[in-house]
């Protein structure tokens, strides 16, 4: 009973004198925010140091090896880590309309705003996930035609081994006949270090954003030489 | 996380006496906390391969309803339909398949539906759609109807909904220009200038 009037007094002579105003709670909730983002800023940066673009691999992952025909028709061995090159791989088929076409061109976007020296340590490899269609010389013509790199021919026996390892995945779809039908199958073009590491993805919804992806490239060129230049 | 809460009262001896200004700092907190997790998710594991991938893009598709009935009335009017930047994609000389993108605007105060397009320069034209399935696939697949809102747009595009036209009949070269016709579903049709570029 003796508290009751006690309390609204109290209130009342605390406000004015010695209670807090309500901006300097908010300035205090602001300066709080701004810790805790900062705070999160600090972890993520620490957890990757480069803000990636792509979806970056938390543990670099090594990139599986494999065989297969380039365009040329001559024998091709991806060996990660012994070339000294930095690659960026995807999987395709020239009856692709559309994100083919699409990867290969703003990868080669990419290719080109890299300086030569670069440019001589960057590859672009497009994996076909159609063997029953595409040939060597048809591979040739398409990755020509949109820039320059790697077309890449092998049997579906170790095709679905490689796709398997980076986690792609290809389905016919819209079968009308045996030479007719559409292949889905997973967008993403993976970054391999000069390691051989797994480093970064894109999906190639963002391909089109070039400098970003450019931008990648270039910190995974970077990052591999000095990591060439420790041992 | 818990930092953040001293910060708000250490600098005042007194308690808290606004259980207002307190709760509004908590909730702020909060979406802080949340804001933080998002972020950190950005640079997160891509451990599952393409299905990181797949998440980030899936706002760009373009979702697609059920096709709006058509009206029953035949205008003999012009389509209150514009196309703008109508591109056919450049393909090497032996691949007979291209896709072709542009902006659709709506003008009028009724949806349009796309039934069908057409073009000399190739046996079929078809109208497509993007899907991705539950293993981050992505495909194309033909549709019969792309609706475009009354008053609003339809981006045509790589990434989304599209045109594709099969069976060309030559080689197309980079800057030509080719006319195409866009069928609705009320029987009227837009004549289209596409210009042939490299993506």
Redesign the interface.
């Known amino acids: 009973m003796t508290d009751h009037p006690a309390n609204p007094t109290e209130a009342v002579t605390l406000h004015p004198s010695g209670g807090r105003p309500w901006y300097v709670s908010a300035i205090l909730a602001v300066c709080a925010i701004t810790l805790v983002l900062g705070g999160a800023w600090v972890f993520a940066r620490i957890r990757s140091p480069f803000p990636f673009y792509g979806t970056a691999y938390d543990v670099p992952k090594q990139a599986a090896a494999f065989k297969g025909t380039d365009q040329d028709g001559r024998p091709f061995a991806f060996t990660p880590a012994t070339d000294k090159k930095v690659t960026a791989l995807f999987f395709g088929f020239t009856h692709c309309p559309n994100i083919c076409p699409l990867s290969l061109a703003y990868l080669d976007k990419v290719r080109l705003s890299l300086t030569p020296a670069e440019q001589a340590r960057f590859q672009v490899v497009l994996v076909s996930v159609d063997p029953a269609r595409d040939t060597p010389e048809r591979l040739r013509e398409y990755v020509t035609f949109f820039g320059k790199a790697q077309g890449i021919w092998m049997a579906e026996s170790a095709l679905s081994r490689v796709a398997r390892d980076y986690g792609a995945s290809y389905q016919k779809a819209d079968i009308k006949s045996a030479t007719e039908y559409q292949i889905n199958h997973t967008t993403a073009t993976y970054l391999i270090d000069a390691e051989g590491r797994l480093r970064v993805l894109w999906d190639y919804t963002q391909l089109p954003q070039v400098e970003r992806v450019t931008a990648d490239v270039r910190y995974v060129l970077g990052s591999a030489a000095q990591a060439g230049q420790q041992p | 996380?818990s930092?953040?809460?001293p910060?708000?009262s250490s600098?005042?001896s007194?308690p808290?006496?606004?259980p207002v200004?307190?709760a509004?700092?908590l909730a702020?907190?909060s979406?802080?906390?949340v804001?933080?997790?998002a972020?950190?998710q950005?640079?997160?594991?891509?451990?599952?391969?393409?299905?990181?991938?797949?998440s980030?893009?899936e706002p760009?598709a373009v979702p697609i309803t059920a096709p709006v009935a058509a009206p029953l009335s035949v205008s003999a009017a012009a389509l209150p339909l514009t196309a703008q930047n109508a591109t056919i994609?450049a393909?090497?000389?032996?691949?007979t398949?291209?896709?072709v993108f542009m902006t659709l605007r709506n003008t009028s105060s009724k949806p349009i539906v796309l039934s069908g397009v057409t073009s000399a320069v190739a046996a079929q034209g078809m109208l497509m759609i993007?899907?991705r399935?539950a293993?981050?696939?992505?495909?194309?697949?033909?549709t019969r109807a792309l609706p475009v809102p009354a008053g609003r747009s339809l981006t045509l595009s790589?990434?989304g909904d599209?045109l594709?036209l099969t069976g060309l009949k030559r080689p197309l070269k980079a800057g030509e220009r080719l006319p195409l016709t866009l069928r609705t579903s009320d029987g009227r049709s837009l004549k289209v200038t596409a210009v042939v570029r490299?993506?």
């Open positions: 996380m930092s953040a809460q910060s708000i600098p005042n007194q808290v006496r606004q200004a307190l509004l700092s702020a907190a979406v802080a906390f804001l933080s997790v972020l950190a950005n640079t997160a594991a891509a451990q599952q391969g393409h299905m990181s991938g797949h980030i893009a760009l994609v393909v090497p000389p032996s691949i398949e291209t896709s993007t899907r399935d293993q981050g696939r992505t495909g194309m697949s033909e790589a990434t599209h594709m490299k993506p």
